[in-house]
Nanobody, 124 residues
Framework: VQLQASGGGLVQAGGSLRLSCAASETTRNRYTVAWFRQAPGKEREFVAGITWSGGRSYYDDSVKGRFTVSRDNAKNTLYLQMSSPKPEDTAVYYC??????????????????WGQGTQVTVSS
């Protein structure tokens, strides 16, 4: 599976931005897909994930209520809608696919495939 993330850029705090992640093959019913992010000098952290088949979504507390993860099975595409972003959301955002158990959905070691990352910069 190859993943291609896109949609990053510069956005003002309080604005909105949508990230996309296109998968190279059908991931339906096979993988959980997720967004992670990494800011300079910090470890990669979980943002949001969604089970490809069941559509159950999970969020880190820092983005809950502001970000929405979704997927379009027909297009093999994962999305992250960022609403009311904050300067602390500035990071490189990565999409990933894997088969984590629920308790490990936020563990990057549970993901096999990674996109190349897209930079998101939130200005104050």
């Amino acid at each position: 599976v190859q993943l291609q993330a896109s949609g990053g850029g510069l956005v003002q705090a309080g604005g909105s931005l949508r990230l996309s992640c296109a998968a190279s093959e059908t991931t339906r019913n096979r993988y959980t897909v997720a967004w992670f992010r990494q800011a300079p000098g910090k470890e990669r952290e979980f943002v949001a994930g969604i089970t490809w088949s069941g559509g159950r979504s999970y969020y880190d507390d820092s983005v809950k209520g502001r970000f929405t993860v979704s997927r379009d099975n027909a297009k093999n595409t994962l999305y992250l809608q960022m609403s009311s972003p904050k300067p602390e959301d500035t990071a490189v955002y990565y999409c990933a696919a894997g088969r984590p158990v629920l308790s490990s959905i936020g563990d990057p070691r549970m993901y096999y495939y990674w996109g190349q990352g897209t930079q998101v910069t939130v200005s104050s």
